[in-house]
């Protein structure tokens, strides 16, 4: 069974940074895109970066400059780098690995990240 382990979450003052980290443990083959997402209250959730096995990266415009997605294949880990960090970045961050065959999306459970003087 597979399970994604979410660490790295916090406190952080604006303009503060976080790293959050990701690792898929179990038996998970031919690992596709990683990614990153956060749901802050009352709100949907939103995409921050995603990553391509190649080393490709994806954006929210309001990230964009902010925060790197970097992954290590070999860890089937997956990293997120918050640097100026805004309190409407404030939100439950999920990180997400899709595996590719058989096709399947798993989900991280969460960590909180609050940005707050």
């Known amino acids: 069974q597979v399970q994604l382990v979410e660490s790295g979450g916090g406190l952080v003052q604006p303009g503060g940074s976080l790293r959050l980290a990701c690792a898929a443990s179990g038996r998970i083959f031919s690992v596709g895109d990683m990614g990153w997402y956060r749901q802050a209250p009352g709100k949907e959730r939103e995409l921050v970066a995603t990553i391509t096995r190649g080393g490709s990266a994806n954006y929210a415009v309001s990230v964009k400059g902010r925060f790197t997605i970097s992954r290590d294949n070999a860890k089937n880990t997956v990293y997120l780098q918050m640097n100026s960090l805004r309190p409407e970045d404030t939100a439950v961050y999920y990180c997400?690995?899709?595996?590719?065959?058989?096709?399947?999306?798993?989900w991280g459970q969460g960590t909180q990240v609050t940005v707050s003087s």
């Open positions: 997400n690995i899709k595996q590719i065959l058989p096709a399947t999306n798993y």
